[in-house]
């Protein structure tokens, strides 16, 4: 006796089943020959002879006979009745059994089952006309004329039925016939009705299909016959088909180019008539004229950048040699930006200029974002588009005009930033300086973002007072300390003259400006830490001569110091120079504005009066406290002058009265301006002085040193007294300046006075 062990199949008694021979040695391991009996078990799970236990098997089997073995192996067995298994001993592959028959209820004519058997046949070979598992139809289209009963068909289909293990095995265990009938019956009808529901699904997915292709079809046809319309007509292409196509060609993101699509649809809806019609244009033109492809990296040649930078400025080497250290690191890191630089000092000092020059050293386009007077957030972050009139923001309108997506943007004026109601611009200034987030910065009216992380930002200021801290911590200050008289007379000569004549159309040898002309220009005529206002002058000196050349048919002109007056068409500047005589209580200062340096002097005076200290000349709240310091200063170090200070008023002027002045860094002049009065002793005029002061008497640092010296230069001053915690500024201060000044660092408010010989 040979057993079976089966799972997954329909098995049912007198019906004929077909076994592979490689399968039959599988499941048996044994070969199997005509005549033996079989006895076929039910696994209730799938698993390999070794593994069989005897929990495995359902309770009820079924014998079978050999009946025939071919060539290959394969085995026919006919089935015969169903059996109990009584006990079953399964352990390494061995399987015994005990049988008992089991009773078969025979409820059901033969004429009965045949119709039955008759139905399902009918049914199963309708579901197979134009049936999709065309190799198994084959199969069963063969397998039709054999069927001799429900029991086969049913077993023939038994991998296809759509019904579980446990429910094939119930086919086997159903003691009548009837009920066997039935479930066999209700497994093929199932099978019959899951094969229709297939077929009706590939049906409507073919379908679908076909519409889907159909439609791209009449698309395709649309577009190709609206091409030869515009072709024909290109005057009459409208607003909707030019987007259209601009929205394609554009290379949007995703997002970009859904929303593009989106406010096009809207646009097609609401017509031309429509009051929104604009600004859905306005939008579609903007963001189909903004550069959305990634520009591949340039090789950046060094050698050639710094030739570059020289060409183009003067000077400004320790800006230069920075500005060459961050091309090497973003050619290191195969990147397009690099720390934020910002650019500080006075105006016309080259700082925009230098940034035009960085984007020509590497290649790229340059655009200036001005960013002076910004108080609404919306203007860097653009207005959102429900707003009437919106608009994008600076930055992204910049990147527009630079027509590419990797520009060399100059942020011009990040100090002049301000805050009001209408949020804070500089947070929205961190944003897009922030690597971090600016790759998907998005700008309120695009509502979609864009990729700002390619772009060379610089900035620009006057002065980094004004910066918020958190705005500041993300760049690196580069110092323009403003040109001494000689480089810019080397700006002049080089750059600022040439170019003005060029620009007038002057040709070289007609014009003739000798140096001692322009060394004047730049003493009497200026009066600055740039050179702006130098090139103006020089613009108007060409003017000047471009009509001379032209009403008097000249061939050449020569322009000497004398003449500048004429050529100007102004009078030599008024400068702040240094006292002619020495007077007690009048001491020079040195002050930084945002033109750059100034010497100021501190004038002070007793009245007749009660102890009054009066101070004139718009002195800033701090600035007055630093009087207030210098009084008690200068009282406590002559306790015996103190009926000088009650029987009088302290009268403290810092002219020009109508300019507002602050800050602490004129604390020392204060001071030493009071002392000087108190004892009547005048400080030479010849000395200026800068310092804050403690009540200790310490003079501590103060900022814009390199602006204050070369102004003291321009002044005429010999000598300077500076704070010793200022010494390492001097290395930013041209050697030409310290050359010409004595430089003198204090610590103490008693150093000062001893050295002007007022103690
Ligand atoms: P800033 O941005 O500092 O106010 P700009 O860059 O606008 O100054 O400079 C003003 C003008 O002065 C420009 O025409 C610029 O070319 C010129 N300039 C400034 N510095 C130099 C320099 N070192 N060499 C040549 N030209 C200079």
Request: hydrophobic content about 40%.
């Amino acid at each position: 006796m040979i057993i079976v062990p089966c799972y997954n199949i329909v098995l049912a008694p007198e019906i004929n089943l077909y076994f592979a021979g490689e399968y039959f040695k599988e499941i048996t391991r044994e070969k199997g020959e005509q005549g033996q009996t079989v006895v076929f078990l039910m696994l209730k799970e799938d698993k390999p002879r070794e593994a069989m236990q005897p929990y495995d098997f359902y309770p009820i089997g079924i014998t079978g006979t050999i009946e025939a073995v071919d060539k290959e192996g394969n085995v026919k067995i006919k089935t015969g009745s169903r059996v109990n298994i009584d006990s079953i001993d399964a352990a390494d592959g061995t399987i015994e059994v005990t049988l008992s028959k089991r009773q078969d209820v025979d409820d059901m004519s033969p004429e009965e089952s045949a119709k039955h058997f008759d139905n399902a046949r009918m049914a199963f070979i309708q579901s197979i006309q134009n049936t999709q598992n065309m190799q198994f139809h084959l199969l069963a289209r063969n397998y039709i004329q054999q069927w001799e009963s429900l029991g086969e068909l049913t077993a023939t289909l038994s991998y296809h039925l759509p019904i579980s293990n446990e429910e094939k095995y119930l086919i086997l265990a159903a003691d009548t016939l009837s009920e066997r009938t039935e479930r066999m019956e209700q497994a093929i009808f199932q099978y019959v009705e899951a094969e229709k529901v297939k077929k009706e699904a590939a049906a409507a997915q073919q379908n679908q299909n076909e519409k889907v292709y159909r439609e791209q079809a009449i698309k395709k046809q649309i577009e190709f016959l609206q091409n030869e319309l515009d072709e024909m007509h290109p005057e009459n292409i409208s607003d909707a088909r030019k987007f259209e196509k601009k929205i394609e060609a554009a290379g949007m993101n995703e997002t970009a180019h859904a929303e593009a699509v989106k406010v096009l649809n809207r646009m097609k809806q609401e017509g031309q008539d429509s009051h929104e019609y604009g600004m859905l244009y306005d939008y579609l033109d903007f963001v189909t004229t903004l550069s959305w492809k990634k520009e591949e990296m340039k090789l950046v040649d060094l050698k050639e950048a710094r030739k570059i930078l020289d060409a183009d400025h003067f000077g400004l080497d320790k800006v230069k040699r920075r500005i060459v250290q961050q091309l090497a690191v973003m050619t290191l890191n195969q990147k397009q930006s690099g720390s934020i630089l910002l650019f500080v000092g006075a105006p016309g000092t080259g700082k925009t200029s230098i940034g035009q020059s960085i984007a020509k050293a590497l290649g790229r386009e340059y655009v200036r974002v001005s960013l002076g007077g910004i108080r609404d957030e919306a203007e860097i972050r653009g207005h959102r588009r429900t707003y009437v009139g919106a608009m994008p923001g600076r930055i992204m309108e910049g990147i527009k005009r630079s027509g590419v997506s990797n520009p060399v943007m100059v942020l011009d004026e990040v100090d002049k930033l301000a805050k009001d109601y209408g949020g804070d611009p500089s947070s929205a200034l961190l944003e897009v300086l922030d690597p971090e987030q600016n790759s998907t910065f998005t700008d309120h009216y695009m509502n979609v973002p864009y990729d700002l992380s390619d772009v060379l930002f610089v900035c620009t200021a006057n002065t980094t007072d004004t910066i918020q801290e958190p705005l500041l911590n993300r760049m690196e200050v580069i110092q323009f300390p403003g040109y001494t008289a000689s480089e810019k007379f080397q700006i002049a000569k080089r750059h600022l003259l040439p170019k003005a004549m060029e620009e007038m159309g002057i040709h070289q040898e007609k014009l003739k400006v000798s140096d001692a002309a322009l060394r004047t220009i730049i003493s009497d005529y200026t009066m600055e830490a740039g050179v702006r206002g130098l090139k103006k002058r020089l613009d108007t000196l060409c003017r000047t001569a471009a009509v001379r050349l032209v009403e008097g048919n000249r061939r050449c002109i020569s322009v000497s110091p004398g003449q500048l007056q004429k050529y100007l068409d102004r009078k030599p500047l008024l400068h702040d120079h240094m006292l002619e005589q020495k007077q007690p209580g009048v001491v020079t200062g040195l002050a930084w504005t945002q033109a750059g340096g100034e010497i100021l002097f501190i004038e002070a005076l007793f009245t007749k009066g009660k102890g009054n200290v009066i101070i004139t000349g718009q002195l800033g709240d701090v600035m007055k406290e630093s009087v207030q310091i210098a009084v008690s200063l200068a009282k406590s170090r002559f306790p015996e002058k103190a009926e000088l200070f009650e029987n009088h008023d302290l009268h403290i002027h810092v002219p020009s009265g109508a300019v507002p002045k602050d800050g602490p860094s004129a604390g020392i002049t204060l001071t030493t301006a009071i002392v000087s009065l108190v004892i009547g002793k005048a400080v030479s005029p010849k000395i200026a002085m800068t310092g804050e002061v403690s009540l200790r008497g310490c003079v501590m640092p103060i900022g814009g040193l390199p602006e204050k010296l070369m102004a003291a230069v321009r002044a005429g001053i010999r000598t300077v007294f500076i704070p010793v915690e200022n010494e390492n500024d001097l290395d930013e201060v041209p050697s030409e300046v310290k050359k010409s000044l004595e430089i003198i660092p204090v610590h103490m408010v008693s150093d000062v006075l001893e050295k002007t010989g007022l103690c």
